[in-house]
């Protein structure tokens, strides 16, 4: 079967050019994926109070957490995906789409129902304030009911970015991120549903982009068709996107669960405080799009010139991902840090949370240039088949070494707002100087092995 236009082969051509337009749509996209959550803490915090803001705010932790595992499984199955395609076996790579779907309906209905029953545990877990605890509880038990439309538009894009299609998914996230701020408008001005409303909002505009997507992958006529009456599991199939799928997805859950424990200790200064990180998260979110997008594309890219046995071109890639996202990145947060205040004025109007908010971005801003290099250099070894060796190294140094430095700063040292703040730089840099090693030390390994 021939490869079709709407498919990109990463196997020749430019290597910057075919990185920056895999990356670039990819960007734009997931700049509009954010704004579901985003324009909810807009809305919220402008319109409904600060209490409501706190409250949507002390809930990403918890949603990232599905959605984390979930986004590591997608990466397991895009690397099978991709690496058929650099091989052009077409055989297996339908069915490797077939296999990929059929997982994905199952768990979205396993995962719905761990979502709903575990919401209160978590945020007492958190140590959700009282007087923020009951509206957390409503944003967040409507969010994971309707958990399963981002789960199924996340999965069939990754369908389709590991064929080269990053344009498609853009183009319904645009337009359901329209409709997600026409609902949350109309729930909280109209209707004066609160924090319920625009919870609503996200879930039935997630549910169009599932909906969309999936019709894009059922009628087109290209090589990743997904065709209902095959659906079925290889098990082969299903374990090669467990094998690469599976640690990622546990890594990126567990970091997650590592960051709720980190707001359990931003929770303790108050709903000002928790605003405030909550705006610095949603900032944060959006300064780390370059390093998200370029370490998807350095996973196609090289998982699409492993299959087509091209080790040096592979290699060449990773240099050029890592380059240009240090470069973006470095643009973006010089800006950030000036611009901290105005910016985190836009999710509210409190003096507290701007203050808070825009002390959270200049303390952290900078030290994501290290984790440039985390995710770029974890997305290639993926697009090898590595998995653990990042799993491994983020969950030690996301996990371990930032709680150890928050409990020994906190207990020790100096309860601050900023002490907190400065856990998550800690990680970054720690992973950074491993993870470089340790990609080096596999580089010479493969070498040794030819």
């Known amino acids: 079967m021939a490869i079709k236009n709407k498919t990109r082969d990463m196997t020749t051509g430019n290597i910057l050019l075919q990185l920056l337009q895999f990356a670039w749509p990819l960007i734009i996209g997931n ?7 985003t324009v909810d803490t807009y809305v919220v915090g402008n319109f409904v109070g600060k209490e409501a803001l706190a409250a949507v ?22 690397v099978v995906i991709s690496r058929n395609f650099g091989a052009r076996d077409m055989k297996r790579l339908h069915d490797a789409v077939e296999t990929t779907m059929a997982m994905t309906f199952g768990l979205c209905v396993i995962f719905t129902i761990i979502g709903i029953v575990f919401v209160k545990p978590m945020l007492l877990f958190m140590s959700t304030p009282e007087d923020v605890m009951p509206e957390a509880m409503v944003y967040l038990r409507i969010y994971m009911a309707g958990i399963s439309g981002l789960m199924l538009y996340n999965m069939a894009s990754g369908v389709l970015r590991a ?19 026409i609902l949350d408008l109309f729930f909280v001005l109209v209707l004066h549903l609160g924090v319920a409303g625009v919870s609503l909002a996200t879930i039935i505009s997630q549910f169009l982009s599932a909906i969309v997507v999936m019709v894009f992958i059922t009628r087109t006529d290209e090589i990743y068709k997904f065709v209902w009456k095959d659906m079925k599991i290889d098990k082969v199939l299903l374990g090669q996107i467990l094998a690469v799928g599976l640690p990622t997805a546990v890594q990126s859950m567990i970091t997650a669960f590592s960051n709720v424990f980190v707001q359990s200790y931003v929770n303790v200064f108050g709903s000002s405080v928790i605003a405030g990180w909550s705006c610095y998260n949603k900032v944060n979110q959006f300064i780390m799009l370059p390093m998200d997008s370029m ?12 299959g087509a046995r091209n080790e040096k071109r592979s290699d060449w890639g990773t240099v050029v991902a890592v380059l240009t996202t240090e470069v973006f990145t470095f643009f973006i947060v010089s800006l950030m840090f000036i611009f901290a205040a105005p910016v985190t004025e836009i999710f509210s109007k409190d003096s507290e949370v701007i203050y808070y908010g825009a002390l959270f971005v200049r303390v952290n801003t900078f030290f994501l240039l290290a984790n440039c290099v985390n995710h770029t250099l974890a997305g290639a070894l993926r697009g090898r088949g590595d998995s653990k060796g990042p799993m491994i190294i983020m969950l030690a140094c996301f996990v371990v070494v930032r709680q150890i430095y928050l409990f020994v700063a906190t207990t020790f040292f100096a309860n601050t707002p900023t002490v907190v703040a400065l856990g998550y730089p800690v990680g970054w840099v720690a992973c950074c100087i491993v993870e470089v090693s340790y990609f080096f030390y596999k580089l010479r390994k493969m070498k040794v092995s030819e």
């Open 295 to 306: 370490a998807k594309a350095a996973t196609t890219f090289v998982s699409q010139n492993i």
């Open 57 to 78: 705010g002390s809930t990403t932790m918890i949603i990232n957490m599905v959605v984390f595992f979930f986004n590591g499984l997608s990466i397991g199955a895009g």
């Open 31 to 37: 700049v509009f994926q954010l704004l579901y959550n």
């Open 163 to 181: 064929v080269g299609d990053t344009t498609r998914p853009l183009y319904i996230l645009i337009f359901t991120s329209v409709m997600n701020v």
